[in-house]
């Protein structure tokens, strides 16, 4: 596909962005107060729904940069699989959508479980793919793109679990959830599920996946670990092939393991970033991941709460600007690709927490992706975890974020997108990155990081 090289230099460019942001957020604030949010309807852009690409290590569109301030919610296609619980995804895409938000993350898999998407290895509920194509038909919609995770480390959803399950089904002997990287049988299970899930034609848009330029990029697997193995050479072999198994289904749409970003064997220098001992021991190694073909950018969580102390505290900060610091750096010395945060976020259940600290651990993590996005750095951006929209409590983990009742959180995460959007509107590679306008000052103001 041929990009549009669109520069938009101006700064009027920007002032347009920034007064339709702000009246899309007067529209948000209106209908979180008693105007039926969720009831309204969207209408598609006339110019053409590109696909993102990367260039060195920024992400682009259009020519342009694309700086990322995202969200995950998981379980949008098992709530869309209910009619009765569909109308929720629909307000998921227009929360998000009201405070700038680009991208959404969510799970393109549910293996053998409640609402199973995968029944079993290459048999499919077609009304729970229906689900899956209704998620990334609405998120069109609202101008919002995906990450598409294809399998799950842990149990929730099947994970590599039901795969060695399976397995065992058809007459293997396997004794660890860890074969599921090494055996032959469960690699073809897995291959067969991305041939389908790429493959798939969307009922509702006609188009098919592989080709759907809403999908911003395909994960491998979420938080991968091979803990039988700390040399870590059981999961760089599979991602190694899985990798290059997605791009020669499609070699269009950019692809990311899933990583949490622990530091292994091959940088033992680095394991002093590590949040604790045990992460240099799982089996991931976040340099040498990332530096297999077909790879294009890295992807980093941020979960002090679970990975040093329960109890919220000070350190949670440090750690982040300490961990987010060191995979930028990383990034840009070892990787040359983007690195995007794709989960970080503290929860109401830890000891201590209370919403101002919420509130000021999304602003650490925005201001430090902001300092690497002014100097044109690897830092591409970031996905909160997780956007929720009201009605859904029952699904709340603990780190449910209700932009609608949330204001605090709503304003940080809109100013953000503002930033942002300025970045991907006045950047072009004819001023490499830098922004230089003439109109500093106004710019600066903006991009202050007081109003954070």
């Known amino acids: 596909m041929k990009e549009r090289l669109v520069f938009r230099m101006v700064l009027c460019s920007a002032v347009f962005i920034i007064l339709t942001q702000n ?80 991208v959404g993350r969510t799970w393109a898999f549910n293996d053998g479980q409640w609402r199973a998407l995968q029944i079993s290895p290459s048999v499919y509920d077609e009304d729970v793919f229906k689900a899956l194509d209704f998620v990334v038909s609405e998120a069109r919609k609202y101008k919002i793109r995906l990450i598409l995770s294809l399998v799950n480390n842990w149990n929730d959803y099947g994970g590599k679990a039901q795969y060695v399950k399976w397995g065992n089904a058809s007459g293997l002997n396997l004794t660890s959830d860890d074969d599921f990287f090494t055996n032959p049988t469960l690699r073809d299970f897995y291959k067969s599920h991305v041939r389908t899930v790429l493959n798939r034609v969307n009922t509702f848009t006609n188009m098919t996946y592989k080709k759907d330029p809403t999908i911003f990029a395909w994960e491998l697997m979420n938080e991968p670990r091979c803990p039988s193995d700390p040399s870590g050479d059981k999961l760089q072999s599979w991602i190694q092939e899985m990798a290059v198994f997605v791009k020669s289904l499609d070699a269009k749409h950019l692809v990311e393991v899933g990583l949490e970003g622990f530091y292994g064997p091959s940088a033992p220098a680095r394991t002093s970033f590590n949040p604790n001992p045990y992460a240099a021991q799982v089996g991931t190694d976040f340099i040498r991941n990332n530096q297999v073909l077909g790879i294009d950018f890295a992807s980093v969580h941020i979960y002090p709460d679970s990975w040093i102390s329960p109890t919220v505290s000070d350190s949670f900060l440090e750690f982040t600007n300490s961990w987010m610091q060191a995979h930028v750096e990383d990034a840009e010395t070892y990787l040359g690709m983007p690195v995007l945060f794709t989960e970080f976020g503290v929860s109401a259940h830890d000891p201590g927490f209370n919403t101002s600290f919420r509130d000021e651990m999304l602003s650490t993590v925005y201001k430090m ?51 942002l959007a300025l970045f991907n509107s006045l950047c072009g590679w004819r001023c490499k990155w830098g922004c230089k306008k003439k109109n500093h000052t106004a710019l600066d103001a903006l991009l202050s990081h007081d109003e954070l």
């Open 369 to 419: 992706t902001l300092n690497s996005t002014r100097k044109g750095g690897a830092g591409a951006g970031s996905l909160v975890w997780q956007v929720f929209p009201q009605g859904a409590e029952f699904m709340d983990d603990g780190y449910a974020v209700y932009l609608t009742r949330a204001h605090t959180a709503s304003k940080i995460i809109s100013l953000q997108s503002k930033r």
């Open 23 to 102: 009246r899309a957020l007067a529209d948000f604030d209106s209908e979180a107060h008693g105007h039926g949010v969720g009831s309204g309807s969207v209408k598609e852009e006339d110019e053409e729904w590109e696909m993102v690409q990367r260039k060195g290590m920024q992400f682009t569109l259009n020519g342009q940069p694309f700086y990322v301030n995202g969200f995950n919610t998981y379980w949008m296609m098992t709530l869309a699989a209910d009619s009765s619980t569909r109308g929720k995804v629909t307000q998921v895409f227009q929360e998000a959508s009201a405070v700038g938000m680009t």
